[in-house]
């Protein structure tokens, strides 16, 4: 393969996804399309790094919002009670996700399949659990107000801006994260997720490779939690709940595990689709759940892997 | 010690029903490797299908039976229609489908019943009765009577009997029990319905004691889930000591640390647990091929 058929079978869903980010807009009717097409970004962001982690890695996390929810009061509690800068308070977030992924990551990354499951899941509830109950600090279950990113002496508001900084944001992880699996990293990792064995046996050091995709799948998960808290300018102790790992989770399973676009269209479909049934009023809620059942059922690899091999199908 | 008398008696009556909950869990994933999220949901539907039936002038025991019934159908409706034809997909998507059911059936149940809380009168009266000091609540001892039966009944039926044996076959290896001519697809069927009924008759046990509400599922089903794996997956006695455990962890933590760390030290002893033995308590240490 010359470099630069390389270059181009790399960078193509790059700019690919650079495209949707800014051909979408074209079609926004009003300032409620942007908020929603911001939320999908952001969201997006989380969903990759913990695909990184569910897709590649082959490590389940139920804790995920965890680090969510970390990243998130990390720019609400800097700025309000030490007066640091927003965007410093984010750097911040995502650093201490990171240590913190490092020491919980160590010991639990040992467990296997459900049991790793049950111990994430505990390590997200823990978080959620301390947001909840310190409230001098984080305002407890209402939550608190958190202050307006200031970049070059101005305010950061407004939908549309958001929607460009999260679209941008997320084609910058997006690159990363393909970067990332091409690299001896990510074959390891992959090698990891067909067999820790086998991969132990051709000199992989598992245990280390599991723990860097870990912070770095937490890091991702940070600095969407402080965008979200930035954008929304409030923000509850819900946000690193069970539901929200789980909210993760599935956006990862439905996108289709390993497909990093997947996780795009994951964010997407989850976010958008709780919009578009308030219409149904109470119906909303058993809607959804038969939805993810449906998709799950009959997409079972995911929507973007399944639509990929049925297109593969054609081609031949 | 009157205190510690006090704390114990909340904590076994909770961790009864965990035990419940993690051994509907411990069934249906012996018999198929599925973690099923919507089993905290069998034990919202036992409680508040009796609610209602006993609301629209049904006797409270048929109203119960007939929840239990309910419930099992639904169960056994969640095999066939939703896990059945996802067969042989990945452990995480057959998870994921029992999620969105867990949310369907809150869902339905928001529509089909309401958003309010709702209790049932105590089968033996709601007068408390003194033991030691510490104040107990009749309906506790019929949770854990009620409990201990179901785990013997449970215990005598595999032990005893011939579908009990396959069931054991399924669990011990699923490709070999097909063999020797035993339904694998019956067994599962059979193990969502069992676990379904348990969910429910555990629903109906401790809604006198903690009320019942449509999205009370979620949290139950969560412990549970703990409680299976501090036990170890697959084991059924791990599954109600694992239940029992939690309970009292909770209801200890509640009374001498704090009641809004209680689920805080729950789990942080779940970690250390699973740290020191990463199969549970009790669970097979399992050989990975290459």
């Excluded at chain 1, 993760?248 to 709780?274: E, Q």
């Amino acid at each position: 393969m010359s470099l630069r058929a390389l270059l181009e079978a790399r960078l193509l869903p790059v700019i690919l996804v650079a495209a949707i980010v800014i051909v979408l807009p074209l079609f926004f009717p009003s300032a409620y399309y942007y908020r929603i097409g911001a939320l999908v970004f952001i969201s997006a962001l989380a969903v990759v790094g913990l695909n990184l982690l569910m897709g590649f890695a082959g490590q389940v996390s139920l804790g995920h919002a965890g680090f969510l929810g970390i990243g998130a009061y990390s720019v609400a509690i800097g700025p309000v009670q030490f007066g640091a800068p927003s965007w410093l308070c984010l750097f911040v977030g995502a650093i201490l996700s990171g240590a913190v992924a490092f020491a919980v990551g160590r010991p639990i990354l040992k467990l296997k399949g459900h049991y790793l499951a049950v111990a994430t899941l505990g390590f997200g509830l823990l978080v959620a659990i301390v947001l909840t109950n310190e409230a001098g600090w984080t305002g407890g279950p209402d939550g608190m107000n958190v202050p307006a990113l200031m970049l070059f002496g101005l305010r950061v508001h407004g939908s549309d801006v958001w929607y460009w900084i999260a679209g941008a944001t997320f084609v910058g992880g997006f690159l990363l994260a393909l970067n990332l699996m091409e690299s001896p990293t990510g074959r390891a990792l992959q090698a990891i997720h067909d067999s820790e064995i086998a991969a132990r046996v051709l000199g992989i050091d598992v245990a280390r490779k599991k723990l860097t995709i870990f912070i770095i799948s937490a890091m991702y998960a940070s600095v969407a939690g402080s965008f979200l808290a930035l954008f929304n300018g409030l923000i509850t102790p819900d946000v690193a709940g069970f539901l929200g790992s789980i909210e993760l989770v599935a956006m990862v399973v439905l996108g289709g595990m390993g497909s990093i676009f997947g996780s795009l269209v994951g964010a997407a479909v989850l976010v958008v689709l709780p919009q578009v049934l308030t219409v149904f009023h109470e119906y909303e809620q058993a809607l959804l759940g038969l939805i993810v059942m449906v998709f799950m059922i009959f997409l079972r690899q995911g929507i973007v892997p399944s639509i990929a091999a049925v297109l593969n199908g054609w081609r031949k | 010690m009157a205190e510690l008398l006090q704390f114990a008696f909340s904590g076994l009556t909770v961790g009864a029903i965990y035990a419940l909950v993690a051994l509907g869990f411990t069934l249906i994933y012996n018999a198929s490797d599925i973690i099923n999220f919507a089993q905290g949901e069998f034990v919202m539907l036992g409680g508040m299908t009796t609610v209602f039936m006993a609301l629209a002038g049904v006797p409270l025991p048929l109203a119960a039976l007939i929840a239990i019934i309910v419930t099992t159908g639904i169960g056994l409706a969640l095999h066939r229609l939703a896990i059945e034809p996802a067969r042989g997909a990945s452990p995480v998507v057959l998870i994921m489908i029992t999620i969105g059911a867990s949310v369907f059936l809150r869902g339905v149940a928001q529509i089909v019943f309401d958003k309010r809380f709702h209790s049932l009168p105590p089968l033996l009266g709601a007068e408390p009765i003194q033991i030691g000091g510490a104040s107990v609540l009749p309906q506790s001892f019929v949770v854990l009577v009620g409990a201990g039966v179901i785990v013997i009944l449970l215990w005598l039926f595999v032990e005893r009997t011939l579908l009990g044996k396959a069931v054991i076959a399924t669990a011990a290896n699923r490709l070999a029990a097909r063999l020797i001519g035993v339904d694998t697809r019956r067994i599962v069927d059979f193990s969502f319905a069992v676990s379904a009924a348990i969910g429910a008759i555990a629903g109906i046990l401790i809604t006198p004691i903690t009320l019942t509400s449509y999205d009370m599922g979620t949290l139950l089903a969560l412990k549970g889930f703990a409680a299976a794996m501090l036990g170890g997956i697959g084991s059924p006695l791990g599954a109600v000591v694992g239940g029992l455990l939690i309970g009292m962890i909770e209801a200890m933590s509640a009374g001498y640390i704090s009641s809004s760390y209680k689920d805080a030290v729950a789990f942080l002893i779940i970690l250390i647990v699973l740290v020191a033995m990463p199969q549970g308590l009790f669970g097979r240490i399992k050989v990975e091929r290459v």
